[in-house]
């Protein structure tokens, strides 16, 4: 039977069934089979070269002939990209922030590898390149891409604040000051921002809150012209921005309960060391100084007051 | 009547030996199983391949042109740029090479569907360099029957010699063909030099070694199998032929009854009936092996070699030319010819190649020397300063495309009354050859604000010449008023 499939002149296995159905011995071709085989031995030179076996007795494993590990590749990896980074980071190692900051390609530098600095230390409180956070009494910590700075946006400034922390402080007020006075209050500097300070003054509606802002206590840490103090922290009353709830409800209780002031119902406003939590070090500090200053608040050195600051003049 | 008899024959054999099996019994199929030793014969195609298949010399020579110093055509992978004579083309202008890629498959087609495989019998570097590679067996071992002798012989000193000759030869054309390659993608200079000097990077060692090895291999050892069982595009073009394109063919018609010729008389010889006088010269030229009396096949790369090699017979037997000629199945099947324009298929090809070279032509004159991209920050999309203005932050990427270091000025159109660019006072440093990239806020007083989104487009103009310049439309964003 198979001869009738023989025609060409390939041998059948002799095997026959449905009386003429048989299969050819058809070798592979030889490429084919040294392939095969060299599949082979490189399934088993990788088996050996590589960690493979594991040994249940002892929780070890077969460590494989090459030594590679995971760790290692890792490893080398990382070194690769230190590399790259390395001759940035030894030279503003013994920068001064501002030093680095004048320089444009540590500036830029900072400004394209600090992102994950950021986003792990500074992120979880300031949001997301610094839009800030925000909870159910408002603004949880500041924004940092604007131009009111609590305690300066000058690059040293935003270094010592990151190095160094920074605790808001301002007293209850409602032993000192009767309900009625703290509403007047709240009314005046709620006028400041919204119309500006000259407006609000002259603005008979708000004259009580005025004279209690003036008789009162504000201004030993607001200052006469209720722009504030930001060697000590004290925020500007006159601008449009706002720490915490900038309502006339919110404006109330921030001067009833006070900041900090360890009354239950006081604002919080606390900023870690960074300096001392010891997570960072030296240079990162440094580089989130400059990343930060970067966002679009940062105020030159120049002596010319910050244009921003100027938009309400202010004349008493 | 003889058509039911073989109706019943086949319903006989129906469940022993089906059509597809007598299929195989007839077919030949070379798989390579004994070198093919083709005949070399002088002929107009012969002439004229050797023109086309020179054209590949441009592939070795070209580039050392140089060009203001440089390397005229440069396809410069490391610094990511290409370079043609004056002009630079950087990655982002890599649209029009798909353009180009469609231009010249169209091209591919449309010659394929008019002429069939050109591509395969004229240009294509397996036909060619396999053609160069049997012209130097030629020369070392001899002609088509020495070599099969010479494939027969037991080895010898003289055997050993030849062989080791042409495989000399053989790897030294293999090596320049590797090196050309490579210098298509780096200084043809610099790249000897590293060569020389053994000191070329390890990814040059691994394109030199693989087209090295690629090009003995495939033109030295497997050539005719490569078209047969290797190449796509060769089965490709075959199915893009048709009943109208013309391609080397076997006028059957006129050609059979083939036989051998007989001596009628002194001098005289007389065909048995058909033109066709089995001489099979038309096979021994053949460089993949086919018969192309057989019909249009896979094997067919359309060189007309044989063509030549039938010519020359028809001379000598005192015959018309032509009985293997450049002709279509509708010729000799004798149905009538359509025109050229009436090949609908044809014409869109040809449609298609005029646009993506439009296309082509159109980028290349509107490349501009600058390109500019704005990327507004979208967290947070804008910020409300001190004294209510509203800031947007913008990332800027210039793209400088001249030979220099260019000083670029910053404008807006559009986008808020009373605004202020902040971060372009002085002009602003762009590289050349390279991306740039910088912030620029822009400051717009919130009263005036009208919309949550305002579009605005920046332009950036070069300090040194104002005709350098890129603007780019994208928006400033607010709350809402």
């Given at each position: 039977m198979s001869e009738k499939h023989d025609v060409s002149g390939v041998p059948t296995t002799g095997h026959v069934w449905d009386d003429d159905l048989a299969d050819f011995t058809n070798q592979p071709p030889r490429w084919w089979m040294l392939g095969l085989t060299a599949s082979a031995l490189f399934c088993v030179v990788y088996f050996l070269y590589y960690p493979s076996i594991p040994f249940a007795a002892t929780g070890g494993f077969f460590k494989g002939i090459g030594g590679w590990t995971a760790i290692k590749e890792m490893e080398a990896d990382k070194s690769e990209v230190d590399a790259v980074r390395g001759k940035f980071e030894a030279r503003l190692k013994d920068m001064t922030p501002a030093a680095i900051l004048a320089d444009n390609e540590l500036s830029e530098y900072v400004k394209r590898s600090g992102k994950v600095l950021f986003g792990d230390n500074c992120a979880a409180c300031h949001g997301q390149n610094g839009a800030g956070t925000r909870d159910k009494e408002g603004?949880?910590?500041?924004?940092?891409?604007?131009?009111?700075?609590?305690?300066?946006?000058?690059i040293d400034n935003i270094h010592e604040t990151i190095a160094g922390g920074r605790q808001g402080m301002m007293g209850a007020h409602k032993d000192t000051l009767k309900e009625a006075q703290i509403a007047d209050v709240a009314k005046y500097v709620k006028a400041m921002s919204d119309e500006g300070k000259d407006k609000a003054d002259a603005d008979p509606a708000v004259a009580a809150g005025k004279k209690v802002f003036m008789e009162s206590d504000c201004t030993a840490c607001h200052g006469q012209d209720a722009k504030g103090m930001q060697a000590m922290g004290s925020?500007?009353?006159?601008?449009?921005?706002?720490?915490?709830?900038?309502?006339v409800e919110g404006i109330k209780r921030t001067i009833a309960?006070?900041?900090?002031?360890?009354?239950?119902q006081a604002r919080v406003a606390v900023m870690p060391s960074f300096k001392k939590a010891g997570k960072l070090s030296d240079a990162e500090i440094k580089k989130l100084a400059v990343y930060v200053y970067k966002f679009g608040g940062g105020q030159a050195d120049a002596p010319a007051a910050p244009a921003a600051e100027a938009a309400t003049p202010a004349a008493k | 009547m003889s058509e039911r008899v073989n109706k019943e024959a086949d319903q006989k054999e129906a469940g022993t030996v089906t059509g597809i099996y007598r299929e195989f019994e007839a077919w030949q199929v070379n798989t390579g199983g004994s070198t093919i030793h083709a005949k070399r014969m002088p002929g107009f195609f012969r002439t004229v391949k050797n023109y086309t298949q020179s054209l590949w010399l441009l592939f070795f020579l070209v580039p050392y042109l140089r060009w203001n110093g440089k390397q005229a055509i440069l396809f410069d992978i490391a610094n990511r740029q290409f370079h043609f004579f004056n002009l630079t083309i950087l990655p982002q202008d890599i649209w029009m090479l798909s353009l180009l890629l469609l231009l010249l498959a169209m091209a591919l087609f449309a010659v394929t569907s008019v002429a069939s495989r050109v591509w395969c019998g004229y240009f294509c570097f397996q036909t060619s360099w396999t053609d160069w590679y049997t012209w130097i067996e030629d020369k070392v071992e001899g002609p088509p029957h020495a070599r099969r002798k010479l494939d027969a012989a037991p080895w010898s000193l003289e055997k050993i010699g030849k062989k080791a000759v042409k495989h000399f030869i053989w790897m030294v054309i293999a090596l320049l063909t590797g090196i050309s390659f490579s210098i298509w993608f780096v200084d043809a200079f610099d790249y000897w030099n590293m060569l020389l000097h053994f000191r070329l990077p390890l990814v040059g060692w691994v394109v030199l070694t693989a087209f090295f090895l690629g090009t003995y291999i495939l033109a030295g050892l497997l050539r005719e199998q490569v078209c047969m069982w290797l190449c796509p595009y060769a089965r490709i073009q075959g199915v893009m032929t048709d009943s109208q394109t013309i391609l080397p063919a076997y006028d059957f018609v006129r050609g059979e009854p083939r036989g051998k010729l007989h001596r009628k008389a002194a001098g005289e010889w007389a065909a048995q009936g058909g033109d066709c006088i089995d001489c099979y010269q038309c096979v021994q030229v053949c460089p993949t092996g086919v018969d192309i009396r057989d019909g249009q096949?896979?094997?067919?790369?359309?060189?007309g070699l044989c063509l030549d090699a039938c010519d020359s017979i028809m001379d000598k037997v005192g015959k018309p030319r032509g009985l293997i000629r450049y002709a279509s199945l509708d010729e000799l099947e004798g149905k009538p010819v359509k025109k050229m324009y009436q090949h609908p298929r044809t014409l869109v090809y040809l449609g298609i190649i005029l646009l993506a070279f439009g296309g082509i032509v159109y980028g290349l004159t509107h490349l501009g020397s600058m390109t500019l991209k704005v990327i507004p920050e979208r967290q947070p999309l804008f910020v409300r300063m001190s004294d209510g203005s509203i800031q947007n932050k913008y990332e800027f990427k210039v793209l400088n495309k001249t030979g220099k270091d260019l000083f670029v000025t910053v404008t807006a159109e559009?986008?808020?009354?009373?605004q202020v660019i902040i971060g372009a006072e002085k002009p602003l440093l762009t590289h050349h050859g390279r991306g740039t990239s910088f912030t620029i806020f822009v400051k717009a007083p919130g009263e005036n604000i009208r919309r949550e989104v305002t579009p605005i487009e920046f332009r950036i103009q070069s300090v040194?010449?104002?005709?350098?310049a890129a603007e780019y439309e994208t928006r400033f964003n607010g709350p809402k008023p």
């Open positions: 603004l949880f910590a500041p924004i940092l891409n604007d131009d009111d700075w609590l305690y300066g946006g000058k925020t500007n009353l006159t601008d449009k921005i706002w720490r915490f709830d900038g309502s309960y006070g900041v900090n002031s360890g009354d239950p | 096949q896979l094997g067919c790369i359309t060189c559009g986008g808020v009354k009373d040194e010449d104002p005709l350098i």
